[in-house]
């Protein structure tokens, strides 16, 4: 049985003025443990729509969403989630920021302390635990969130852009980061992302969705992502032919789907 069960999920939205939007319609999706799945499609195509209702942060108007064959009804510890920003507490220092959930889960203060100076080795700031969220880099920060989210050893990892407002060398590095995290903890991550490059380097499967109502169009099986965790280098991995052969092909995808929402909205792409 799937981890995550996503099932003929669709969501409405209605304003003030009575008009109704959909976001999201039929999506439905199987995601077995262990996956790296990324999910890509242009603005407004219901992505983080889709990423909280797996975080348990909005609920479907249609369909259900189960993990381990329960409902998500709400958020749990079964799940980390790691934002575009930070999202970080900027009155605590970094180490209290990775024990945060686990002071809140009651875990004594030695043993929590422990388990996050662990984490924050692996991700590569031992050194920066006692410094305040203000001290640190925006790529430093992504760091710590990430390594909040697994203090907590959820489930699931679901990642909503969080590289989308760092430079292109940070954001390199924390896509290697997430596939070494990825293949050493074994565990499920759901990542979106507007970035073509960055969703074919990383994906297991990627999932490409339309514009508004967002739905599932096409699923991508890759390795390249797992290429890299396997020890062989991103700019290597990159360069292959058979790499930019299939971000091209994905990105012809992106500016067919763009042409076709301007048409039909009678707005020149």
């Not at 999706?29 to 195509?45: A, F, H, N, T």
């Amino acid at each position: 049985m799937s981890l995550l069960n996503i099932d003929q999920v669709g969501v409405s939205y209605t304003n003030a003025q009575g008009q109704t939007t959909v976001a999201l319609d039929q999506v439905s999706l199987q995601v077995p443990p262990g996956e790296l799945l990324v999910i890509l499609g242009p603005s407004g195509c219901g992505k983080t729509t889709l990423l909280n209702l797996v975080a348990g942060f909005a609920h479907p108007t249609s369909g259900r969403v189960e993990l381990g064959g329960r409902t998500v009804s709400g958020p749990g510890a079964d799940r980390g989630v790691i934002f575009q920003h930070d999202a970080l507490l900027p009155w605590l220092t970094v180490i209290e920021n990775v024990a945060f959930g686990l002071q809140l889960q009651g875990v004594p203060k030695a043993l929590r302390l422990e388990h996050a100076r662990n984490v924050l080795a692996e991700v590569g700031l031992a050194a920066f635990e006692h410094h305040r969220v203000w001290q640190l880099s925006g790529g430093m920060k992504q760091r710590v969130g990430l390594a909040r989210a697994l203090a907590a050893d959820p489930r699931i990892l679901l990642m909503d852009e969080p590289f989308g407002a760092l430079d292109a060398f940070t954001r390199e590095q924390m896509q290697e980061l997430t596939l070494h995290v990825w293949q050493r903890t074994g565990k499920q991550i759901i990542l979106i992302t507007h970035d073509i490059e960055e969703a074919v380097f990383l994906a297991t499967r990627l999932v490409l969705m339309t514009p508004r109502p967002g739905r599932i169009v096409q699923q991508l099986s890759l390795d390249f992502g797992r290429r890299h965790a396997q020890g062989e280098p991103a700019r290597k991995v990159k360069s292959d032919p058979a790499f930019i052969r299939q971000r091209e092909a994905v990105l012809a995808w992106f500016f067919e789907q763009r042409a076709t929402a301007s048409a039909e909205e009678g707005v020149t792409p």
